[in-house]
Nanobody, 115 residues
Framework: QVQLVESGGDLVQAGGSLRLSCAAS????????MAWYRQVPGKQRELVAS???????TYAHFVQGRFTIERYDAKDMIYLHMFSLKPEDTAVYYC?????????WGQGTQVTVSS
């Protein structure tokens, strides 16, 4: 059974930092493109950052230069380092693992940034 478990979400002041973690089980992360998405109520889930198994990264324009995605395949872990947080970064953040056949999601972790 595939499980992606996110952690690290918290309430933080604007300008602060957080590190989100995603622990994968039931899959090998080195065989997947890993990504972080986020969603706020009433809006579509949107891509924040992704990293392929060849370490190629993609970032949404609204986090470029502030967030860094990192993978640690030896532990089947994915991280999202978040800096200079803004109130508009408030959302539920989801971990995603995708290969040619499957698309797996975690349950999400809440990030709230106060102004």
């Amino acid at each position: 059974q595939v499980q992606l478990v996110e952690s690290g979400g918290d309430l933080v002041q604007a300008g602060g930092s957080l590190r989100l973690s995603c622990a994968a089980s039931g899959i090998r992360t080195d065989r997947h493109t890993m990504a972080w998405y986020r969603q706020v109520p009433g809006k579509q889930r949107e891509l924040v950052a992704s990293i392929t198994n060849s370490e190629r990264t993609t970032y949404a324009h609204f986090v470029q230069g502030r967030f860094t995605i990192e993978r640690y395949d030896a532990k089947d872990m994915i991280y999202l380092h978040m800096f200079s947080l803004k109130p508009e970064d408030t959302a539920v953040y989801y971990c995603n693992a995708r290969d040619q056949s499957n698309d797996h999601w975690g349950q999400g972790t809440q990030v709230t940034v106060s102004s």
